[in-house]
Nanobody, 124 residues
Framework: QVQLVESGGGLVQAGGSLKLSCVAS????????MGWFRQAPGKEREFATA????????RYADSVKGRFTISRDNAKNTVYLQMNSLKPEDTAVYYC?????????????????WGQGTQVTVSS
C-alpha cells in the first residue's frame, strides 16, 4: 500500500504563490500516474491536475490552467504542485493521489491511494 504525505500548504495573499510537495512511501511510485485534487468547504473533491508516470504528459482543470504546474521527481518519490497567481477561490484542502492503472485519471474514482491533505488558504 502506497502512503502519501503532502506538505507546503499555508496562508497566502491573493496573487501569491505556493509550492506543494507529496512524498510517496514506495519506490514503485515511478510506475504510477499522480494527481492533485482539492476540496473546498461544503463542496465535492475536484480534479486539479495530473501527470503520467514519466512526466511527459499532464492535464489541468480549466480553473487552474496557466496558473498551476505539476511536476515530479521519480528519484525522490515526489510530485509537486507549483501554484501561482492564487485566488481566494483556490482556498481548499489539497490532496495528492496515486493511480495504479495505466493512463491519466481525471476523477476521484480513478485513483487508489490518497494523502491526508494540506490546507491552502488564499486571502483577498
Amino acid at each position: 500500500q502506497v502512503q502519501l504525505v503532502e506538505s507546503g500548504g499555508g496562508l497566502v495573499q491573493a496573487g501569491g504563490s505556493l509550492k506543494l510537495s507529496c512524498v510517496a512511501s514506495e519506490r514503485t511510485f515511478r510506475y504510477y500516474a499522480m494527481g492533485w485534487f482539492r476540496q473546498a468547504p461544503g463542496k465535492e473533491r475536484e480534479f486539479a491536475t495530473a501527470i503520467t508516470r514519466s512526466g511527459d504528459t499532464t492535464r489541468y482543470a480549466d480553473s487552474v490552467k496557466g496558473r498551476f504546474t505539476i511536476s515530479r521527481d521519480n528519484a525522490k518519490n515526489t510530485v509537486y504542485l507549483q501554484m501561482n497567481s492564487l485566488k481566494p477561490e483556490d482556498t481548499a484542502v489539497y490532496y495528492c493521489a496515486v493511480r495504479t492503472a495505466g493512463g491519466l485519471g481525471l476523477t476521484v474514482r480513478d485513483y487508489d491511494y490518497w494523502g491526508q491533505g494540506t490546507q491552502v488558504t488564499v486571502s483577498s
